[in-house]
Structure formats: structure tokens, C-alpha cells
């Protein structure tokens, strides 16, 4: 007669915690940071298929590290959540705190309940018509949310680049310079190593602008993006676009 194998709740958590963090770490960094004009993202990302960073409601967006097939389950599950609360209640009531809180409750339901956790990590940002509005919330793979002010960072190597947003980044820089604060902390090696230089091409960046009128994401791409990582271009102001199908 077998005997039953026992592994304690404290041990199976924290080897499920384990397991967990070793899967984001392998992913490539995202950046998410407070400018001048809103909020934004910029993750190493080459793909132009397989995003990152996507919108969800008229001010919020999503951005994502980790197995790609779990966040995209977790995104598509906040656009379901955004529509149904706007189409039921009024646009308004769609807020990044609603949805952190959703999140929240579906990360730590799998983390508890299933055999494997989720190997994600996600923030939700919201813009406002006041910039002190503005929110930022980061979420662990066990549902842990942290209301984050200005700046968060995600995926392998987070903490140094944590480190270099603390020590450089300050309230009401202009796109340009944020940008190339969060590119150039995306290439920097962790321990010291030979830092890369990031193109626009192994990039993806999008922003939550307050200007835009109802929908206020919208991508950064292309030669836009390349002005915008020149450290000699003057540019602060970025020329609106028109909302694209899938943006």
C-alpha cells in the first residue's frame, strides 16, 4: 500500500510563487511611465503581430508580461468586462480600478485553485483630465494589486530598471524624454554588462494621450517613434492621428 504524498500549504504556495517568477523573468521588460501629456508604454517587444501593449476602453490600456497565451486570455477577458459595464451601465463607470479588481479575483482564484499559476504580470492604466488622476496598477501573478505612482517596470530585469526610473524619472517630462529614459534602461544588462541600443523596429510603444478626444490610446510607430528616440530632436508636442481599426 502506497503511503499519500503531503506537501504542506505553505510549501505548495511558495513553490507555486517559485515557479511563477521564474517564468516572467524570462520574458523582456515593459515600461510603463507617467509624461507630460499621459501615459506610456514601452516594451521590448520585435514582434508586430503578437503585442504586448493593447488597448482596452476609451482610457485604459493593458500591458503584459510573461506566456503570451495566458495574458492574452486575461486582455480579452477585460475588453468582455469593459464592454458588458459600458453597454449596461454608462462609459464612465469603466474604470482601471474595476478592472484591477476583476483581475485580481481571476489571478488569485488560479494561483489557489489550479495546478499550475499564471506566469504573468499585467498593468492596467487609466488616464484623467487632471494628471493626479491618472492610475496605475501593477498585478502579480497571485493577484496582489499595487497602486503604483508615475512609473512601473515588469519582466526580467525589473528591479534595476526600477532602480534607474527612481533616480531619473520625474513628474512632467515630455514624451521624447521618457521614451528615451525607458529604452535606454530596457538595454542596460543586468549586473553591469555591456547595455544594448534598442531600434524602433525591436520596440513597441503606445501611449494613453489626454489630448485625444473619447478614445485616448493610440501607437507609436515608424518614423514617429524613431524622431522621438533622437536625442537632438526638439519635438515635445506629438501630432495626433486618427483612430486605426485595432489600434
Given amino acids: 500500500?502506497?503511503?499519500?504524498?503531503?506537501v504542506s500549504p505553505e510549501q505548495l504556495m511558495k513553490d507555486r510563487a517559485d515557479y511563477a517568477r521564474k517564468g516572467i523573468a524570462r520574458g523582456r521588460s515593459v515600461v510603463v511611465l507617467a509624461y507630460d501629456g499621459g501615459i506610456a508604454f514601452v516594451a521590448e517587444n520585435p514582434s508586430r503581430a503578437l503585442h504586448k501593449v493593447s488597448e482596452i476602453y476609451d482610457r485604459i490600456a493593458f500591458a503584459a508580461v510573461g506566456k503570451y497565451n495566458e495574458f492574452e486570455n486575461l486582455r480579452v477577458a477585460g475588453i468582455r468586462y469593459a464592454d458588458l459595464r459600458g453597454y449596461s451601465y454608462d462609459?464612465?463607470?469603466?474604470?482601471?480600478?474595476?478592472?484591477?479588481?476583476a483581475y485580481a479575483q481571476t489571478l488569485g482564484t488560479v494561483f489557489t485553485q489550479e495546478s499550475k499559476?499564471?506566469?504573468v504580470?499585467?498593468?492596467v492604466a487609466q488616464v484623467d483630465e487632471d494628471p493626479q488622476d491618472d492610475q496605475i496598477y501593477r498585478l502579480t501573478y497571485d493577484?496582489?494589486?499595487g497602486d503604483e505612482q508615475g512609473f512601473v517596470a515588469m519582466g526580467g530585469g525589473a528591479e534595476d530598471i526600477t532602480s534607474g526610473l527612481q533616480e531619473h524619472w520625474r513628474p512632467g517630462m515630455d514624451l521624447g524624454t521618457a521614451l528615451r529614459l525607458a529604452v535606454q534602461?530596457?538595454?542596460?544588462?543586468?549586473?553591469?554588462?555591456?547595455?544594448?541600443?534598442?531600434?524602433a523596429g525591436q520596440l513597441e510603444v503606445a501611449v494613453l494621450d489626454r489630448a485625444r478626444e473619447r478614445r485616448k490610446?493610440?501607437?507609436i510607430e515608424n518614423s514617429l517613434l524613431t524622431a522621438l528616440l533622437s536625442p537632438d530632436d526638439p519635438t515635445s508636442d506629438v501630432p495626433h492621428t486618427e483612430d486605426q481599426p485595432g489600434a
Avoid at 1 to 6: E, H, R, V
Avoid at 91 to 101: E, F, M, W
Avoid at 191 to 196: Q, Y
Fill in 121 to 123: 504580470e499585467i498593468v
Fill in 1 to 6: 500500500m502506497s503511503m499519500p504524498f503531503y
Fill in 185 to 199: 534602461l530596457l538595454g542596460e544588462s543586468p549586473g553591469g554588462g555591456d547595455a544594448r541600443v534598442l531600434s
Fill in 117 to 119: 499559476p499564471y506566469e
Fill in 217 to 219: 490610446f493610440r501607437r
Fill in 143 to 145: 493577484g496582489s494589486v
Fill in 91 to 101: 462609459r464612465s463607470d469603466v474604470t482601471a480600478r474595476g478592472l484591477a479588481n
